[in-house]
């Protein structure tokens, strides 16, 4: 009786678990079912791109994952039972309960308006692509000499102001942080960017906490008005709230509490990778929201899995950071190397140099999801007599 694993989201993190499973396990021993309710990748971290009219490649999982033994389903999630182990989906076709014996939960993030006032009515967000695209169709409306205003001084909000000021050099751009510009960054990488920023006539607003937004400005702690025609809202993410409506041990925020294998702590069938766990990295402390660490999460799980399944040697390679790469529209960038857990140290690469670099970076994950089988043993394991029995026991009890 093949082992039913079941891998809900489709970002980065869990198309390369699903794929990577795949590889390591024997096809007659497991049916794996990737869920999401889009049929084609969305590449995350080029949304500020799309927002600014750029086009992306489209990228089918009908075409990625053809061949592999991952099976597709087209449905959005609506609930999980971690006890009874099944998995609530709506598709086309109405309602359904999909059964699991190892489930991955790659649901990643939202946009987090912070409950500050108006955000949700009058801010646009570049987190989704649904996001992207209606903020694209705005800014296409806006008249030359408009203000754009970008909250939030993080990568997200860095990258969004200059790809917006680069392809819009006839808007009058702004960025809003909470902190100094750059502040998480060396004083290297911090000269390049103002440097950049004031190449591009973007204005900063520094040290100012955003405490409401309307649809013409944005208000400020210390009694600011800020002018806008349109307001980006990229003040950090907001996990998938279908986790904290479980039994599983989740944080405050509803990230999964899980180990060094990403295996929920409280639920042992329950795997955790990307935006959605709460995992602890060098220094114990707890790995940011990225697609670098997501990456490095999701070949851990999938090998964890593997291993565990086939009475296999589980893995023991650490996650850990090596730069921050960060574009600064298309033709700059900005690649901040980093300690194992994430500090920043002197040594930085900016200009055309790091815009190509952080282009491939870009390109190579991409291309990592699309081709998620690449480069592994092509000697699969089987799943061990002792793992079949466990699930078919469980299946029995469902």
Same mark, same amino acid.
């Given at each position: 009786?093949?082992?039913?694993?079941?891998?809900?989201?489709?970002?980065?993190?869990?198309?390369?678990?699903?794929?990577?499973?795949?590889?390591?396990?024997?096809?007659?021993?497991?049916?794996?079912?990737?869920?999401?309710?889009?049929?084609?990748?969305?590449?995350?971290?080029?949304?500020?791109?799309?927002?600014?009219?750029?086009?992306?490649?489209?990228?089918?999982?009908?075409?990625?994952?053809?061949?592999?033994?991952?099976?597709?389903?087209?449905?959005?999630?609506?609930?999980?039972?971690?006890?009874?182990?099944?998995?609530?989906?709506?598709?086309?076709?109405?309602?359904?309960?999909l059964a699991y014996d190892t489930l991955v939960y790659a649901l990643g993030s939202g946009w987090n308006?912070?409950?500050?006032?108006?955000?949700?009515?009058?801010?646009?967000?570049?987190?989704?692509?649904?996001?992207?695209?209606?903020?694209?169709?705005?800014?296409?409306?806006?008249?030359? #000499? $408009?203000?754009?205003?970008?909250?939030?001084?993080?990568?997200?909000?860095?990258?969004?102001?200059?790809?917006?000021?680069?392809?819009?050099?006839?808007?009058?751009?702004?960025?809003?942080?909470?902190?100094?510009?750059?502040?998480?960054?060396?004083? $290297?990488?911090?000269?390049?960017?103002?440097?950049?920023?004031?190449?591009? #006539?973007?204005?900063?607003?520094?040290?100012?906490?955003?405490?409401?937004?309307?649809?013409?400005?944005?208000?400020?702690?210390?009694?600011?008005?800020?002018?806008?025609?349109?307001?980006?809202?990229?003040?950090?993410?907001?996990?998938?709230?279908?986790?904290?409506?479980?039994?599983?041990?989740?944080?405050?925020?509803?990230?999964?509490?899980?180990?060094?294998?990403?295996?929920?702590?409280?639920?042992?069938?329950?795997?955790?990778?990307?935006?959605?766990?709460?995992?602890?990295?060098?220094?114990?402390?707890?790995?940011?929201?990225?697609?670098?660490?997501?990456?490095?999460?999701?070949?851990?799980?999938?090998?964890?899995?593997?291993?565990?399944?086939?009475?296999?040697?589980?893995?023991?390679?650490?996650?850990?950071?090596?730069?921050?790469?960060?574009?600064?529209?298309?033709?700059?960038?900005?690649?901040?190397?980093?300690?194992?857990?994430?500090?920043?140290?002197?040594?930085?690469?900016?200009?055309?140099?790091?815009?190509?670099?952080?282009?491939?970076?870009?390109?190579?994950?991409?291309?990592?999801?699309?081709?998620?089988?690449?480069?592994?043993?092509?000697?699969?394991?089987?799943?061990?007599?002792?793992?079949?029995?466990?699930?078919?026991?469980?299946?029995?009890?469902?």
């Amino acid at each position: 009786m093949q082992h039913r694993i079941i891998v809900l989201g489709a970002g980065y993190t869990g198309a390369i678990a699903a794929g990577r499973i795949a590889k390591r396990l024997r096809r007659e021993d497991v049916a794996i079912t990737l869920v999401n309710a889009e049929p084609d990748f969305v590449e995350r971290v080029r949304m500020h791109q799309l927002a600014t009219g750029q086009d992306l490649k489209p990228r089918p999982f009908s075409e990625m994952f053809a061949g592999t033994g991952v099976e597709l389903r087209l449905a959005t999630v609506t609930g999980i039972d971690v006890d009874r182990k099944t998995v609530a989906v709506i598709d086309a076709n109405g309602a359904e309960e999909l059964a699991y014996d190892t489930l991955v939960y790659a649901l990643g993030s939202g946009w987090n308006d912070q409950g500050v006032p108006g955000t949700a009515e009058h801010a646009y967000e570049i987190a989704s692509r649904p996001g992207a695209l209606r903020l694209r169709e705005r800014l296409a409306r806006l008249d030359a #000499g $408009q203000t754009v205003v970008v909250v939030g001084g993080g990568l997200t909000g860095v990258e969004a102001a200059t790809e917006i000021a680069e392809a819009r050099p006839d808007l009058e751009v702004a960025l809003v942080a909470r902190g100094g510009l750059g502040d998480w960054l060396s004083p $290297q990488g911090r000269e390049h960017l103002r440097k950049v920023f004031g190449k591009l #006539g973007i204005t900063v607003y520094e040290h100012e906490a955003v405490t409401g937004v309307e649809a013409d400005r944005v208000a400020t702690a210390d009694g600011n008005a800020i002018p806008a025609a349109v307001t980006v809202w990229t003040t950090g993410f907001a996990v998938h709230p279908i986790a904290k409506a479980t039994t599983l041990e989740v944080t405050s925020t509803g990230q999964i509490v899980v180990d060094g294998t990403m295996r929920s702590v409280s639920h042992p069938d329950v795997y955790a990778v990307g935006d959605a766990a709460m995992a602890m990295g060098p220094g114990d402390k707890p790995l940011r929201m990225s697609c670098a660490s997501g990456t490095l999460a999701a070949w851990q799980a999938a090998d964890a899995i593997a291993a565990r399944l086939s009475d296999g040697k589980l893995p023991n390679a650490p996650i850990r950071y090596f730069n921050q790469c960060i574009s600064l529209g298309r033709k700059e960038g900005l690649i901040q190397y980093v300690t194992a857990d994430d500090r920043a140290v002197r040594a930085i690469l900016t200009g055309r140099l790091a815009a190509v670099y952080k282009e491939l970076v870009c390109k190579g994950a991409a291309w990592g999801v699309a081709n998620p089988t690449f480069g592994l043993p092509t000697r699969r394991r089987r799943v061990t007599r002792e793992q079949a029995v466990a699930g078919s026991v469980v299946k029995a009890l469902a």
